[in-house]
């Protein structure tokens, strides 16, 4: 039993039944149907701010390598590809620019969520020193130009393109890609990195049609309307402005706070609160960076911040921030337990206590900077792994400004639209703007998400090869597909607090498998049926998908509260976490027998 563990102080079951209590008022018959599309439902707020479409002629050439999607994954895909000497890659993105969700996501205040040094791609390789621990969006969309400049990515690029068809032709070895400009080229190899989140999402409310203000989704923030800039310059457009935000996700967490700023008044409607830790942002010194950075530095740095998240225990922790906290504090548990004790029912248990220990902190950060009613509402009541973690250091804070206000719902949400604004609690807010802070498309199928079906060896549709859930090669190929490589986190380090390290470490892969092809001059490549079922088994074997737990608040991380079907129990990764898959597919790449391919 794990009885004297610290944080024991806190009444566990009455904790519980509270966490309980708040999920079950939660939860919705329609689940995940209670959202629309954005792009189906509302075209005219779907369409790019950003950038003009500019008319071209169809593509019809062929190229060495095809991806689709011009965001982290697409980029260090195509620049691992570039030093290994392949020169014609085309990426082909549907935004107008490099980016994928730094493309679109330029609301006030984007940021990433976790440590530049980490984060953001390349950083060995290009010379970039981020200019802060969290870097915001705009340097982190300059970066992917950075990359894709220094890779010459732009010369073959189609931007504002979206793929309608993919199909292998067995007889020429080749991929035939159609988009929605006509283009119909061919590519020995295609690569996919079209994000786990990229469709967005508009709640599914009454009247939302009739509202006559403005209203726009933050993924497409209308800077011609608000005024300001994705840099920060104050949003004079909204000075005489009352604006609505829906939602209080890790978006919204970061949007509030600029809005505080410069808005008449602001209204967030809120249905659960985020936990919503410090962020201890500063600015990164070039001394400092000199200092501890390297050759092979940014490897390092990734490794050691997964060791921090694993079970290990390692020397050092160079990112020491919200995510590696939770690691030590786990940890520490563990250490105080003489080793005998060390049962993995102990360690979920001092998982538990460590999680208890940190909520409660987070609620108390709530109740001190908030106060009153509004610091109780803003309280989150449930494990902090089963809703994103947010860290901010001026969202709490901005719920102390006079002009905004905190529409708490208690878990019931906004009611309808009207055309002159939001009824929440049975209450018209009358609104000049309403912000739609409302996520992104998950758990729905990847052909659904990504916009096309793919044809491998046979005619073999993609969307029938996985009806039964995801199967493949470490996340990486699929049999039946080849030549093809899903640049994804799934079935192989599913590493959330990091994404782009999936993306890194796949390239590497991509970059090891195509140069030997081309070397040993084979024409395709594929996973034997034999290696993907036994890798999919393995996978099997391990805790389970880490998302989908319906004992946590409903969203997007639980299917709404409704858990995962059958398929989704393969959206998992490696039993030993990722840093288990890390440790394994380095050692694959090094030992150049890559077990587990065909060639031919
Ligand atoms: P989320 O899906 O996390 O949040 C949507 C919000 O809309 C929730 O607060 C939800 O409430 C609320 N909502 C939906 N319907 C209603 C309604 N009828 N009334 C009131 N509220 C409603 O989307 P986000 O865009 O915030 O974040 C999506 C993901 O994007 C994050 O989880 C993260 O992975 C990523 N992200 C990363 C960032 C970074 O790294 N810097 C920054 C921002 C996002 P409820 O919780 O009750 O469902």
């Known amino acids: 039993m794990a009885t004297a563990h610290k944080g024991s102080a806190i009444d566990k079951e009455a904790l519980r039944r509270k966490y309980a209590e708040e999920r079950d008022k939660r939860l919705r018959a329609d689940g995940a149907a209670q959202y629309k599309r954005l792009e189906s439902e509302f075209s005219d707020l779907a369409t790019d701010p950003y950038t003009p479409r500019t008319e071209r002629e169809p593509v019809t050439d062929h190229v060495t390598f095809a991806f689709i999607g011009g965001g982290f994954a697409g980029l260090v895909v195509g620049a691992r590809l570039k030093e290994a000497g392949i020169t014609d890659y085309r990426i082909i993105e549907k935004g107008g620019d490099f980016g994928g969700t730094w493309y679109w996501n330029r609301y006030p205040g984007a940021q990433c969520d976790t440590a530049s040094m980490i984060y953001m791609p390349l950083l060995e390789e290009t010379g ?37 068809d993919l199909e292998w032709d ?15 080229f061919t590519a020995k190899y295609v690569g996919m990195g079209t994000g786990p989140l990229h469709v967005a999402k508009l709640p599914g409310l009454e009247g939302i049609e009739t509202f006559e203000g403005k209203s726009f989704h933050t993924s497409r923030w209308d800077y011609a309307y608000t005024g300001g800039t994705p840099e920060g310059d104050p949003m004079t457009g909204l000075a005489d402005k009352r604006v609505a935000i829906i939602g209080t996700g890790a978006t919204a967490v970061q949007v509030v706070p ?11 409607f809120q249905r659960t609160p985020s936990s919503v830790d410090e962020r201890n942002n500063r600015p990164l010194e070039r001394d400092w960076f000199d200092a501890v950075t390297g050759p092979g530095w940014q490897k390092k740095w990734q490794e050691n911040f997964v060791a921090n998240l694993g079970v290990g225990f390692p020397p050092e922790d160079l990112v020491d921030d919200g995510w590696t906290d939770l690691g030590k504090r786990i940890r520490a548990q563990v250490i105080d337990m003489p080793p005998e004790e060390r049962t993995p029912a102990n360690i979920m248990a001092a998982f538990e206590d460590a999680d208890n220990q940190k909520m409660s902190e987070i609620r108390a950060r709530a109740e001190e900077i908030v106060g ?7 309280k989150a009541w449930y494990r902090q792994l089963c809703k994103r ?3 901010h250091d001026e969202y709490l804070q901005a719920f102390t400004r006079e002009n905004t206000h905190l529409v708490d719902t208690d878990g019931q949400g906004v009611e309808r639209i009207t055309a002159k604004g939001v009824v929440a609690n049975g209450k018209e807010y009358e609104t000049d703007c309403i912000v739609y802070a409302s996520g992104f498309e998950v758990g729905t199928d990847f052909v659904e998400r990504s916009g096309y079906d793919v044809t491998g060896r046979g005619g073999q549709k993609l969307s029938d090869y996985w009806s039964g859930g995801m199967r493949s090669f470490h996340g990486l190929h699929v049999h039946g597909f080849p030549n093809m490589f899903f640049v994804q986190q799934n079935q192989a380090a599913a590493f959330i607090a990091n994404y782009p390290h999936n993306l890194v470490d796949h390239a590497d892969t991509v970059a090891c498998v195509v140069s030997h092809a081309e070397e040993q001059g084979h024409a395709a490549v594929e996973p034997s049926k034999e290696a993907e079922t036994k890798w999919v088994e393995f996978l099997l074997t391990g805790p389970g998908a880490r998302i989908g737990n319906t004992e946590c608040t409903p969203g997007y991380y ?15 990764g490696h039993p030993a976490g990722a840093q288990g898959f890390f440790t394994h597919i380095d050692q694959w790449r090094k030992s150049g027998k890559f077990e587990g391919l065909e060639f031919r």
Not at 372 to 378: I, T
Not at 559 to 565: D, I, S, V
């Open 128 to 164: 970039h020193m981020p200019s802060e621990k969290y870097a915001h969006a705009p340097e982190i969309r300059d970066h992917c130009s950075r990359i894709g400049r220094q890779y010459d990515l732009y010369d073959n690029a189609l931007f504002h393109t979206q793929v309608t």
């Open 170 to 184: 067995e007889g020429r070895s080749v991929w035939i890609i159609r988009t929605d400009r006509g283009d119909a």
């Open 258 to 268: 600029n809005v505080s700023r410069d808005a008449k008044e602001l209204y967030v």
């Open 372 to 378: 009153g009613e509004a610091g109780e509402k803003l």
């Open 389 to 391: 973690p947010c860290f």
């Open 558 to 572: 639980n299917n709404e509260g409704q858990g995962y079907g059958e398929q989704e129990r393969f959206a998992l």
